[in-house]
């Protein structure tokens, strides 16, 4: 029967957009209040217009060789963004489903508008071009879809594989359907706790290697693929109601997928083999897996030198992450989060009835009810046994960490010198919380090799910041270059070597420059 629902979901879906989903089309829209989710405990409310009490300022750089300004401004709860030219961007928009088109720092049309659930993290979320573009056309999309046709904050309004990647072709005016490339989990009605919509991740981008890199969140699954090789109940009991805890099509989250462009799996990604000979449908799909064990992260960017591939990762009270994802990565949740080594801190934070000073909220607890924070290991070498390991699989310790969780937002590298030679290749954080400096922009340098994060500060020799609560700024004071960027949703170097922030809850699109 479900599979019978999602199938008419699909047909109906993929018939309104073919009739013509390219622009606005004079429908009704209900763009009303939405829930951004970065905290299990904390919700920021975001308005089309942009947030409750933002910032008195606009945003700031601290360091004298940069400025900023803003390109554009007026967009409802922006995401991400695209180059098509020097001075023409395609934009998206989380709340309302459409992608605008911004030329000249003016949004100039609607190019596309579709049916999203942009109930607490979904919506329309990621957009990348195909690396011959424009001579090949498509855009590629990650959106969450609404089940009732139109846009919807209703979390159960969505079908369960809701989160869905697809090919759009552009044709100079507007996008218009292609292809279906892959359905993710999207709903989360788990017994004894609250229905939510978080965790859904969603940044794309192509590598340079050609390859579709999907980042999707745990989606608050607690399968293999959260490192509970038998899930959070024991052998033989599913995850939830929908399956598990192998990685079926429901419980296919807190990866980084790698597809090809038609939407094909890659013969050389690193569980191929291992998927093969598993077979049927959790085979294929351990096939698509690039790197596993993620809990949640809106960042993740190739560094333009290397060309090896990083992601933040959102902690819940504790330990937010920098990695660097090699194939075949494990990044340890729900074992392990930060360095194996501070595993106690871990579970002191995540076990505790204190209440954060800046949030107003009871560390205790990791979202999920049915995985408790007293399950967290009591040594470095337990946690490390209980990882689930496929064939292939390797664990490495974050590049860098917070002790406390300080939600970082979208990541992007400086690509070329249009900053200046001192930020070529550099790495920028944003923040997706507003409680530090009004949205922070932190800077990393990174070593000769390009595998560590650099520092000059001797409190951040072994790389964690040890700051006093949730975001605090402590021992990462050298480490931020600007102030009161909001929620920043992605970061990306233009055509002219400067860097674009977009900022989800100023709607606005930010550019800095070299003085």
Do not use: C
């Amino acid at each position: 029967m479900l599979a019978v629902a999602t199938r008419e979901v699909e047909v109906s879906v993929q018939h309104r957009l073919r009739e013509g989903m390219t622009a606005m089309t004079g429908k009704r829209r209900s763009v009303r209040a939405a829930v951004l989710l970065v905290a299990i405990s904390t919700a920021l409310v975001v308005s089309p217009g942009g947030i409750g009490g933002a910032q008195a300022q606009g945003p700031t750089m601290l360091d004298p060789g940069l400025s900023v300004r803003t390109l554009a401004d007026g967009l409802v709860t922006p995401t991400s963004l695209a180059f098509l030219g020097a001075d023409d961007l395609l934009v998206l928009e989380k709340n309302t489903g459409r992608v605008r088109r911004v030329v000249g720092g003016q949004v100039r049309s609607t190019v596309l508008d579709l049916p999203v659930n942009f109930g607490s993290e979904r919506g329309l979320l990621g957009v990348a071009l195909h690396p011959r573009f424009p001579q090949d056309p498509s855009v590629y999309l990650y959106w969450t879809e609404s089940s009732t046709g139109q846009d919807t904050d209703v979390l159960s309004q969505t079908p369960l594989l809701g989160n869905r990647v697809d090919r759009f072709v552009w044709d100079g005016a507007a996008l218009t359907f292609h292809q279906h490339l892959i359905s993710i989990r999207a709903l989360q009605q788990d017994a004894n706790q609250p229905e939510r919509g978080n965790h859904d991740g969603g940044v794309i981008s192509f590598g340079p290697d050609g390859k579709l890199y999907i980042l999707v969140g745990d989606v608050g699954r607690r399968g293999q693929l959260q490192n509970l090789p038998d899930g959070p109940f024991g052998p033989g009991v599913p995850d939830d109601q929908f399956g598990g805890p192998q990685p079926d099509d429901a419980h296919l989250t807190g990866v980084i997928l790698r597809l090809n462009p038609d939407g094909s799996t890659p013969a050389d990604n690193p569980f191929f083999g291992v998927g093969a000979a598993i077979g049927g449908p959790v085979g294929a799909n351990i096939q698509k897996v690039f790197a596993y064990g993620l809990r949640n992260s809106f960042g993740m960017a190739f560094d333009p030198v290397s060309g090896q591939l990083w992601e933040e990762e959102n902690g819940d009270d504790s330990f937010t992450e920098l990695n660097l994802v090699q194939p075949g990565f494990n990044s340890g949740w729900v074992q392990i989060q930060g360095p194996p080594d501070r595993i106690a801190q871990y579970k002191a934070i995540e076990t505790s009835f204190e209440v954060d000073p800046v949030t107003g909220t009871v560390y205790f607890g990791l979202q999920q009810v049915r995985w408790p924070p007293t399950n967290i290991a009591d040594s470095p070498q337990q946690a490390l046994s209980r990882l689930f390991v496929l064939p292939g699989a390797q664990y490495s310790a974050p590049e860098f960490s917070w002790k406390f969780e300080v939600a970082p937002g979208a990541i992007g590298f400086a690509a070329g010198g249009g900053l200046g030679a001192q930020f070529q290749g550099d790495l920028f954080v944003g923040g997706a919380r507003t409680f530090l400096e009004g949205g922070p922009l932190f800077h990393f340098n990174l070593t000769g090799n390009r595998r560590k994060i650099a520092v000059d500060d001797p409190r951040l020799e072994d790389r964690v910041a040890d700051n006093r609560h949730k975001f605090d700024i402590t021992e990462s004071e050298t480490l931020l270059i600007g102030t009161n960027f909001g929620i920043v949703t992605d970061l990306e170097t233009g055509p002219n070597g400067n860097l674009f922030v977009v900022s989800l809850s100023q709607g606005a699109i930010h550019e800095i420059t070299r003085r």
